[in-house]
């Protein structure tokens, strides 16, 4: 028969040692099944290279097999919306870039909050937008382009990926720091906008460097300025606008790995030392460098603040240029 006394002893140490036992969905039993990373883009482009590589080496350090799924339209949020309304159980991933998670929220209505919603893990990598006009084009410099857009003013064409893509929003802070306008021609993606470049028929566009890379090296396009705050390491021959003497339109591409709102903080651990972990690897690293990306490895709090950071940035540049969806 337990005495009174014995509990009195018994049951502290009982609960000691319940709370001392891994919790359901801890590290230690992470991942028990499968997972998968949503791509808010079409096959090919820059996110999809980047999620099929972490997929990659997740499969090979997590021991669990990893899909990567295309969840393409509404400027990346419905892959991110899916990611949102998920179990908050690490296994549903997003590969997201800053025109889903910075630039879109503040344009289009969604059915959930990305700063409460989706769970920062880390930084992937950050491409620097590059302003290119096409080889066969006359303006050999920024100074000449410049020259021509004051001298033209309205008829110059700007190509974007979309509307509130960063592309756009690139094109829209380079108008608001020289104070010279060119005409959107949004697309559906990169690749087309290049051909109605490559043809003359767009004079430029401000891209990110893992979709122009291919076509600066195939002299299919002339690179004219990073909008970088420094120089990028796949151009380094290439000034930045502020070099130039253009500030305030440092607008770049980055890439960041997500999960649900509420995943259990050892989880997001976990994920986070196995993205670092893959970041740090010499095929990873050469794979990002030939996007023309760069690497910069953040911690879980630094790449939360450098998300928040963001959205009140970009929602103060669109409110600036007064884009809107149309």
Same mark, same amino acid.
């Given at each position: 028969m337990i005495t009174r006394s014995?509990?009195?002893?018994? *049951?502290?140490?009982? @609960? $000691?040692?319940?709370?001392s036992l891994p919790s359901i969905g801890s590290a230690q039993d992470f991942?028990?099944?499968?997972?998968?990373?949503?791509?808010?883009?079409?096959?090919?482009?820059?996110?999809?290279? *980047?999620?099929?590589? @972490? $997929?990659?080496k997740f499969s090979a350090g997590l021991k669990q097999s990893v899909v990567v799924e295309n969840r393409p339209g509404a400027s990346n949020t419905i892959a991110a919306a899916l990611t949102a309304h998920d179990q908050p159980n690490g296994l549903t991933l997003l590969v997201a870039t800053n025109t889903g998670q910075a630039i879109a929220p503040h344009l289009i209505k969604l059915s959930y909050d990305p700063r409460k919603d989706l769970q920062p893990v880390g930084l992937v990598a950050i491409m620097p937008n590059v302003l290119v006009v096409p080889s066969s084009s006359p303006y050999q410099n920024l100074k000449e382009l410049l020259a021509a857009m004051k001298g033209k003013p309205g008829e110059l064409k700007f190509a974007s990926s979309g509307v509130g893509s960063t592309q756009h929003v690139g094109a829209e802070a380079f108008s608001l720091a020289t104070g010279v306008k060119a005409v959107h021609i949004p697309y559906k993606g990169s690749a087309q906008a290049h051909m109605d470049i490559i043809s003359g028929q767009v004079d430029?566009?401000?891209?990110?460097?893992?979709?122009?890379?291919?076509?600066i090296l195939a002299g299919k396009l002339r690179p004219l300025a990073v909008t970088s705050p420094k120089r990028s390491l796949a151009l380094p021959d290439v000034p930045t606008l502020a070099e130039q003497g253009i500030t305030g339109a440092d607008v770049n591409t980055w890439y960041g790995l997500f999960a649900t709102g509420g995943t259990p903080p050892a989880i997001i651990g976990r994920l986070h030392d196995e993205l670092i972990k893959s970041l740090q690897m010499p095929d990873v690293q050469a794979r990002i460098k030939g996007l023309g990306g760069e690497i910069e490895l953040m911690s879980v709090e630094q790449f939360t603040a450098m998300n928040r950071n963001e959205y009140d940035h970009y929602g103060q540049l669109l409110k600036a240029s007064g884009i809107k969806l149309e």
């Open positions: 014995l509990l009195r002893v018994f *049951l502290p140490c009982a @609960l $000691a040692f319940t709370l991942p028990s099944k499968s997972l998968r990373i949503l791509v808010g883009a079409s096959p090919g482009g820059g996110t999809d290279i *980047l999620a099929r590589v @972490l $997929a990659d430029m566009m401000f891209d990110s460097t893992s979709s122009a890379m291919s076509q």
